[in-house]
């Protein structure tokens, strides 16, 4: 393998190399032993046919195509050795010409990772915002793992009222036109809530069973369905049912029950220990990300399309996954939305690109420093991912493709402990 030319353009890197012809023959015979498997000739038995009976059959510029497949497989780690590309996407390849007897000349296109010029990243200002914890956000806790242990009865001689589950029959419509998606029959709310939307909750309080009312809400403009965003809607309301909760009493026994705790005062002093550490994580994480935005503003990249396409398949991913732990499934939310996938893709793609670029910078920034990772570093990251994941150790460790992943992370991990050690906070 010989590259005989190399040019860069932004950060898409286009090159041309060479193998001898020999190679390339040997390339081309895979390729017709591959099809002489799948290919049905009259009067052969499947992978007996001779080759001079299969070039009749296919168009050379797909036997070169195939080829380039089986060269690249043995080439193109050669020469990411050789010229240290660190691609971020996989190349685009193909056979430009071949010379009988001599060599076979190819061409490969490839995203690799850009350069970064790097804003100020050092003495950067920052205020940090303490959150006190109010006896009231003790009690929404306290109150939340009482209705967990509640016992249910159906009541028929009250009005409703917050709290109580109430199974509704909902008619629905915006702009006078009636909606498929703000109805439903049969189905149960819990009173104060405001699941359905802010306010909604409030014009049942005080109906009775087997009543019907009609009234408006206006919808918040970020509504989850989105076409409803922003706008008013009217509904008409029957309520078929009504389930009274008897929350039992937070007292010491109840506390001794569901924890290692003997008394309410000491499972509310424990959490509001967890409570404080909680908003402390959530305050550093709240700094990290302004400090991270700051300097990302200030720092100049042109950041390839196959990155940002990355980072969309991972946010799409995430909220996948959170949507299952809730039940709820990524098909069903983008119905709900009135939208696709190709729509869904595109609404992530700015906060994509955000994140992209953020940990561009934080690798610019760890290069910089001479941040480095040391292998007993890494291996107690690894061994912490593999736990997390329920994954074998050994599996991590042993794959490269892994290695460099937790490393990243880590490499990223103590540039942004720099910005911060850096930073002037208030």
């Keep these: 393998m010989k590259i005989v030319k190399q040019e860069k353009n932004g950060s898409r890197v286009s090159l041309e190399f060479e193998v001898n012809y020999k190679e390339y023959l040997q390339a081309v015979d895979k390729v017709y032993k591959e099809a002489a498997r799948s290919v049905k000739i009259p009067g052969f038995r499947p992978g007996k046919a001779p080759k001079s009976m299969l070039e009749k059959q296919f168009d050379k510029n797909a036997i070169n195509d195939r080829a380039a497949d089986f060269i690249m497989q043995e080439a193109y780690p050669a020469i990411l050795k050789e010229t240290g590309l660190r691609p971020v996407d996989y190349p685009s390849y193909k056979v430009i010409s071949v010379k009988e007897e001599e060599s076979c000349l190819l061409g490969v296109e490839v995203d690799v990772e850009p350069e970064v010029t790097l804003g100020k990243y050092k003495g950067l200002k920052a205020e940090k915002k303490e959150r006190a914890i109010e006896e009231k956000d003790l009690d929404a806790y306290i109150k939340s793992i009482l209705e967990q242990s509640a016992q249910l009865k159906e009541v028929s001689d009250r009005a409703a009222r917050e709290g109580d589950i109430a199974e509704l029959d909902?008619?629905?419509?915006?702009?006078?036109?009636?909606?498929?998606?703000?109805?439903?029959?049969?189905?149960?709310?819990?009173?104060?809530?405001?699941?359905?939307?802010?306010?909604?909750?409030?014009?049942?309080?005080?109906?009775?069973?087997?009543?019907?009312?009609?009234?408006?809400?206006?919808?918040?403009?970020?509504?989850?369905?989105?076409?409803?965003?922003?706008?008013?809607?009217?509904?008409?309301?029957?309520?078929?049912?009504?389930?009274?909760?008897?929350?039992?009493?937070?007292?010491?026994?109840?506390?001794?029950?569901?924890?290692?705790?003997?008394?309410?005062?000491?499972?509310?002093?424990?959490?509001?220990?967890?409570?404080?550490?909680?908003?402390?994580?959530?305050?550093?994480?709240?700094l990290k990300d302004s400090l991270l935005e700051a300097v990302s503003l200030e720092s100049k990249v042109d950041?390839?399309?196959?990155?940002?396409?990355?980072?969309?398949?991972?946010?799409?991913?995430?909220?996948?996954?959170?949507?299952?732990?809730?039940?709820?499934?990524?098909?069903?939310?983008?119905?709900?939305?009135?939208?696709?996938?190709?729509?869904?893709?595109?609404?992530?793609?700015?906060?994509?690109?955000?994140?992209?670029?953020?940990?561009?910078?934080?690798?610019?920034?760890?290069?910089?420093?001479?941040?480095?990772?040391?292998?007993?570093?890494?291996?107690?990251?690894?061994?912490?991912?593999?736990?997390?994941?329920?994954?074998?150790?050994?599996?991590?460790?042993?794959?490269?493709?892994?290695?460099?992943?937790?490393?990243?992370?880590?490499?990223?991990?103590?540039?942004?402990?720099?910005?911060?050690?850096?930073?002037?906070?208030?």
């Design 170 to 286: 909902i008619e629905g419509s915006c702009e006078g036109k009636q909606e498929e998606d703000l109805s439903q029959r049969s189905l149960p709310i819990l009173l104060g809530d405001n699941r359905i939307a802010p306010d909604f909750d409030k014009n049942i309080y005080e109906m009775e069973i087997g009543s019907s009312k009609e009234f408006s809400v206006d919808l918040p403009q970020d509504y989850f369905i989105f076409r409803f965003a922003g706008k008013k809607a009217d509904f008409k309301v029957s309520l078929n049912k009504l389930i009274e909760r008897d929350l039992p009493e937070f007292n010491d026994e109840y506390v001794s029950k569901i924890s290692s705790f003997k008394t309410v005062e000491e499972y509310r002093s424990d959490l509001r220990r967890r409570f404080e550490e909680s908003a402390r994580l959530e305050e550093e994480a709240r």
């Design 303 to 426: 950041i390839p399309r196959s990155i940002v396409e990355r980072e969309i398949d991972s946010m799409a991913d995430e909220t996948r996954a959170n949507l299952e732990r809730s039940g709820l499934t990524l098909e069903g939310y983008l119905a709900s939305r009135k939208t696709d996938m190709a729509g869904f893709r595109s609404q992530l793609f700015q906060g994509a690109s955000s994140r992209a670029k953020a940990k561009l910078v934080l690798r610019a920034i760890a290069k910089a420093e001479g941040v480095e990772a040391a292998e007993e570093e890494l291996q107690k990251e690894i061994e912490a991912a593999a736990l997390e994941s329920g994954a074998q150790v050994q599996d991590y460790s042993s794959n490269p493709a892994v290695r460099d992943y937790i490393k990243d992370h880590l490499l990223r991990r103590k540039a942004m402990d720099i910005i911060v050690r850096d930073a002037k906070i208030k």
